[in-house]
């Protein structure tokens, strides 16, 4: 795989980058390509820009005031974190199905959730503090936001499960199945939430869907979705390589520590 | 598939018929945990009005030890690998399992409603019963499946004690709230009425339904290594 190794800064894409990653032999100092630092400065700019738009030029809110301006990370967050579930999601059956398998959906799958669930923890942070200034409760039993949380325990459990130890292929497959698993849990949660909340008592979320909203307004929250969503994209990559490095490292030392053996078997 | 289960089945009921671990030390377990609820809610009030949801978080406790348990007798002299090795259908072992764990489960579960009407005063009434009892069985079922399901991921690997409820525990919430509300409903609690229980149980038999298919397909996956 001579021809595949790169050092930092050569152009390559980024599948054909992970993949020789994986190899033992790839020397590799950096996980940086043009395209991801083409990615990381419209990421910082697009991030500029909401800071802009999201803290100086759009207005405050008649109801709700500054806080108002919470919901720039909140909404562009939360988007994130779903994306970043269903991404796990869709590399965990690329992964399994077995004309498509590779580890690089594996490790995907894994950088994904990993990002998935910092995003979800900002969501609920940020949806916490909006909470307390806006309905004067941290906390509501909402199906929306307790579907939320669950979502976000339930990832820590899938990456948990990455984390258990065993081959790569032991690790991909385990996982895998554990991602498609949330897949079937997470409506069920939803739907025994809503049932849940809707026999016993109405859901105290204002409801926001019928607020007009100002262009500016509109304009930032469109921002933020972009904004995050390339950070989520750079994150992801990069997170993936760091991930194919630890597995070829990890692979590199077996092959080092069987070389030894065998070399004591030889003397 | 269905031969493979029944064996595996009678073979977990036979070792903890002979070992007695459930009966002595499960059961004890969810008796004192019963006592410490009423401990930490104090009054006669509350105690009867949440009696039905504590019955039910007392069953979720259990159920972390008894799916532990289930999974323990496995490994403990490479029981899976041997079995796997031999070419046991993945799904009649899963099935098998579960059908064990189910068995214990209701047992468990009959101990804490006894318990509940003794320590709660809960009040079962007739125009209940049929209610209560679907309700039993089909959380009961659904409890298995996915207690199985889990605990055989879970099984075998390092840090498996704390690394089963955290994924055990969101998984059966639908089960917790659909049951406990089909519950409340059979025994009146706070003026629930019977018809108000069964929209509850077709939530419980969408669950069973899900993770019966979901669970045969996916133990084959997880217990290979």
Same mark, same amino acid.
């Given at each position: 795989?001579?021809?595949?190794?790169?050092?930092?800064?050569?152009?390559?894409?980024?599948?054909?980058? +992970?993949?020789?990653?994986?190899?033992?032999?790839? #020397?590799?100092?950096?996980?940086?390509?043009?395209?991801?630092?083409?990615?990381?400065?419209?990421?910082?700019?697009?991030?500029?820009?909401?800071?802009?738009?999201?803290?100086?030029?759009?207005?405050?809110?008649?109801?709700?005031?500054?806080?108002?301006?919470?919901?720039?990370?909140?909404?562009?967050?939360?988007?994130?974190?779903?994306?970043?579930?269903?991404?796990?999601?869709?590399?965990?059956?690329?992964?399994?199905?077995?004309?498509?398998?590779?580890?690089?959906?594996?490790?995907?799958?894994?950088?994904?959730?990993?990002?998935?669930?910092?995003?979800?923890?900002?969501?609920?942070?940020?949806?916490?503090?909006?909470?307390?200034?806006?309905?004067?409760?941290?906390?509501?039993?909402?199906?929306?936001?307790?579907?939320?949380?669950?979502?976000?325990?339930?990832?820590?459990?899938?990456?948990?499960?990455?984390?258990?130890?065993?081959?790569?292929?032991?690790?991909?497959?385990?996982?895998?199945?554990?991602?498609?698993? +949330?897949?079937?849990?997470?409506?069920?949660?939803?739907?025994?939430?809503?049932?849940?909340?809707?026999?016993?008592?109405?859901?105290?979320? +204002?409801?926001?869907? #019928?607020?007009?909203?100002?262009?500016?307004?509109?304009?930032?929250?469109?921002?933020?979705?972009?904004?995050?969503?390339?950070?989520?994209?750079?994150?992801?990559?990069?997170?993936?390589?760091?991930?194919?490095?630890?597995?070829?490292?990890?692979?590199?030392?077996?092959?080092?520590?069987?070389?030894?053996?065998?070399?004591?078997?030889?003397? | 598939?269905?031969?493979?289960?029944?064996?595996?089945?009678?073979?977990?009921?036979?070792?903890?018929?002979?070992?007695?671990?459930?009966?002595?030390?499960?059961?004890?377990?969810?008796?004192?945990?019963?006592?410490?609820?009423?401990?930490?809610?104090?009054?006669?009030?509350?105690?009867?009005?949440?009696?039905?949801?504590?019955?039910?978080?007392?069953?979720?406790?259990?159920?972390?030890?008894?799916?532990?348990?289930?999974?323990?007798?496995?490994?403990?002299?490479?029981?899976?690998?041997?079995?796997?090795?031999?070419?046991?259908?993945?799904?009649?072992?899963?099935?098998?399992?579960?059908?064990?764990?189910?068995?214990?489960?209701?047992?468990?579960?009959?101990?804490?409603?006894?318990?509940?009407?003794?320590?709660?005063?809960?009040?079962?009434? $007739?125009?209940?019963?049929?209610?209560?009892?679907?309700?039993?069985?089909?959380?009961?079922?659904?409890?298995?499946?996915?207690?199985?399901?889990?605990?055989?991921?879970?099984?075998?690997?390092?840090?498996?004690?704390?690394?089963?409820?955290?994924?055990?525990?969101?998984?059966?919430?639908?089960?917790?709230?659909?049951?406990?509300?089909?519950?409340?409903?059979?025994?009146?609690?706070?003026?629930?009425?019977?018809?108000?229980?069964?929209?509850?149980?077709?939530?419980?038999?969408?669950?069973?339904?899900?993770?019966? $298919?979901?669970?045969?397909?996916?133990?084959?996956?997880?217990?290979?290594?």
């Amino acid at each position: 795989m001579t021809d595949m190794q790169l050092t930092a800064g050569q152009p390559a894409n980024a599948n054909a980058t +992970a993949e020789s990653f994986s190899k033992p032999t790839a #020397k590799t100092s950096a996980t940086g390509t043009p395209f991801t630092r083409i990615l990381g400065i419209a990421t910082v700019v697009s991030m500029a820009l909401l800071v802009l738009f999201g803290l100086f030029l759009s207005p405050e809110d008649v109801v709700q005031g500054e806080s108002v301006r919470i919901l720039y990370i909140h909404v562009g967050t939360v988007w994130v974190a779903y994306v970043a579930f269903g991404v796990t999601a869709l590399s965990s059956l690329a992964f399994l199905w077995k004309r498509t398998t590779s580890l690089t959906w594996d490790r995907i799958a894994g950088a994904s959730a990993e990002v998935g669930v910092l995003f979800m923890a900002l969501t609920l942070f940020a949806g916490a503090i909006w909470g307390r200034l806006a309905w004067g409760k941290f906390w509501v039993w909402d199906a929306r936001v307790t579907t939320t949380a669950f979502l976000f325990i339930t990832y820590i459990g899938y990456l948990a499960v990455r984390g258990l130890g065993g081959s790569h292929q032991q690790r991909g497959r385990r996982s895998a199945v554990v991602a498609l698993l +949330a897949v079937l849990e997470i409506p069920l949660v939803h739907f025994s939430v809503k049932l849940w909340r809707g026999l016993h008592q109405d859901s105290s979320v +204002a409801d926001t869907t #019928k607020v007009k909203l100002h262009d500016l307004m509109l304009f930032s929250l469109f921002i933020s979705l972009i904004a995050f969503t390339l950070l989520f994209v750079w994150l992801v990559m990069h997170r993936q390589r760091v991930l194919a490095m630890q597995d070829a490292l990890e692979d590199k030392g077996l092959d080092y520590a069987l070389e030894q053996r065998r070399s004591e078997g030889g003397l | 598939m269905f031969r493979v289960a029944r064996l595996i089945a009678a073979k977990d009921l036979r070792i903890e018929f002979r070992s007695r671990v459930v009966t002595n030390q499960v059961l004890p377990f969810a008796m004192i945990v019963m006592v410490m609820f009423a401990f930490a809610l104090n009054t006669q009030e509350v105690v009867e009005r949440v009696a039905p949801g504590l019955v039910w978080l007392a069953t979720l406790f259990s159920l972390l030890i008894l799916v532990q348990r289930a999974f323990a007798i496995e490994t403990a002299d490479g029981a899976t690998e041997a079995m796997r090795a031999a070419g046991v259908d993945p799904a009649g072992i899963f099935l098998g399992k579960a059908l064990a764990l189910a068995a214990q489960l209701a047992v468990l579960e009959i101990v804490l409603l006894v318990l509940a009407v003794v320590l709660y005063s809960a009040k079962l009434h $007739v125009g209940g019963v049929v209610l209560l009892v679907t309700t039993l069985l089909a959380a009961t079922c659904g409890l298995a499946l996915v207690g199985t399901l889990y605990g055989g991921l879970a099984a075998g690997v390092r840090g498996r004690e704390t690394l089963l409820p955290l994924l055990l525990l969101p998984v059966v919430a639908p089960v917790l709230i659909g049951a406990t509300r089909a519950t409340e409903a059979a025994l009146g609690t706070s003026g629930a009425v019977v018809s108000d229980g069964w929209p509850w149980l077709g939530l419980l038999g969408v669950f069973v339904a899900l993770f019966s $298919v979901g669970g045969t397909l996916a133990f084959g996956p997880l217990i290979e290594e």
